[in-house]
Nanobody, 113 residues
């Protein structure tokens, strides 16, 4: 069993930045792809960013150029750097390993206009 714990969410104004962290309880970061999803109230959970076993990132079109997914294997932590935040980025952000086999509890990101 793997535990994933997200942190770093908060309230920011449009144009601001946040860095989300996802800490894993075991050294599993390179054993599978990892990713970040988000879910806004009343909407389906959507994929935001992924990182492959080899470290290659991928992004949904709406965040390309603004978000960066990365990882620190030594710290068993995946990050999502979010810049130029927009109100439509407001959601609960979830870290996943598998993807989808393990999930974190989520961290709230709220962007005000």
């Amino acid at each position: 069993q793997v535990q994933l714990v997200e942190s770093g969410g908060g309230l920011v104004q449009a144009g601001g930045s946040l860095r989300l962290s996802c800490a894993a309880s075991k050294s599993i970061l390179t054993l599978s792809a990892m990713g970040w999803y988000r879910q806004a109230p009343g909407k389906q959970r959507e994929l935001v960013a992924t990182i492959t076993r080899s470290g290659s990132p991928g992004y949904v079109d709406s965040v390309k150029g603004r978000f960066t997914i990365s990882r620190d294997n030594a710290e068993n932590t995946v990050y999502l750097q979010m810049n130029s935040l927009k109100p439509e980025d407001t959601a609960v952000y979830y870290c996943t390993w598998g993807p989808g086999l393990y999930w974190g509890q989520g961290t709230q990101v709220t962007v005000s206009s």
